[in-house]
């Protein structure tokens, strides 16, 4: 089947309506109408080719939520009509130590991105969710319980939100527990927000004066400019946990001098450019460590958008359309985005 798309034909090029080739659902397949689809800072390094080895043509988008329009004679979990989610994965071995741990995301083949990913449909790479279409195989498809109202600020929890989320668990976040939110961007202003849901004391670190009223809105406690030396000082050695959500390179020596003994600085920002690498003394001094998470299971992501359906959490969203995506691009890059931005895929008609 044809589907009308937005993708670019190479790194150098704007996004443009493009028609994609979507495949029949096969017995294990869930077809999905798309309704929204969240943007993500990966769509914009993947279609510039930041990250290098962008296949072309390259349709970014893995924050789809949507409709379930057919299902394969093998799935018994989704029915017609279902509202549902796909996020940054769409498929995985099932049979490597990882997926057999429930924990696709580590997958030891390397699971398929919902873009950039290989796949035997035409032309060989997997196209993303800045369409009106989507086929993926069942258990890669989650459920949306939320009121319908709030579906298009559910798209950025897909991938947004579970990039926190998966981290906030697996470091304990909690009551007790300090946590720093490092960037209050896309996956930022979420791992505020399910911070403060999971009970930790939450402090957000900005580089954006403007930000500061905001971050408190969102459930921080605390707010921190991260240019001011002594804003960052009166932290030092307090948290448990900092996730550090910048999509540039930037020095990490500062944050990590804010860890307690034992405390971790987990990295899910995922620049184009290395960090510098940070000081040794401070680190072995106070057993600290520095981790690093990517986006988080099928389990988990069923999990957070049940607790999230639970708490009334969506993402903070600027409804676009999709002919203004290089707009919204370029305003990401100079931090101007409250939160996420989230393509009205009914635009794609147009
Ligand atoms: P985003 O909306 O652009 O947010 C990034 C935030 O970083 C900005 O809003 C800004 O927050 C801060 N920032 C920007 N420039 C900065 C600078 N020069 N110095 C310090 N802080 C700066 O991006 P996003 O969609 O949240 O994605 C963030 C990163 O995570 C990207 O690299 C993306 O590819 C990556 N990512 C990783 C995973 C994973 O699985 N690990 C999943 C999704 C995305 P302030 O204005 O508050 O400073
Ligand atoms: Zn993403």
Known sequence: MLTRAFGAHAADKPLEAIEIFRREPGANDVQIEIAYCGVCHSDLHTVRSEWAGTLYPCVPGHEIVGHVTAVGSAVDKFKVGDTVGVGCMVDSCQSCYAC??????????????????????????????????????????????????????????????????????????????KVGIVGIGGLGHMGVKLARALGAHVVAFTTSESKRQDAVALGAHEVVVSRNAEEMQAHANSFDLIVDTVAVSHDLNSFINLLKRDGTLTLVGAPEHPHPSPMVFPLIMKRRSIAGST??????????????????????IEMIKVQDIETAYARMLKSDVKYRFVIDSKTLAA
Not at 117 to 136: E, M, N, R
Not at 148 to 174: D, Q, R
Not at 295 to 316: R, W, Y
Request: glycine share 12%.
């Open 100 to 177: 057999a741990d429930g924990l696709e995301q580590y997958c030891e083949h390397g699971f398929t991105g919902t873009y950039n990913g290989k796949t035997p449909d035409a032309p060989g790479h997997t196209l993303g969710g800045y369409s009106q279409s989507i086929t993926v195989r069942d258990k890669f498809v989650v459920k949306v319980s939320h009121p319908a109202e709030k579906l298009a600020a559910v798209a950025p929890l897909l991938c947004a939100g579970i990039t926190l989320w998966s981290p906030l668990k697996h470091w304990n976040t909690g009551p007790g527990k």
């Open 295 to 316: 986006i988080g299971s099928i389990a988990e992501t069923q999990e957070m958008l049940d607790f999230c359906a639970e708490h009334g959490i969506v993402s903070e």
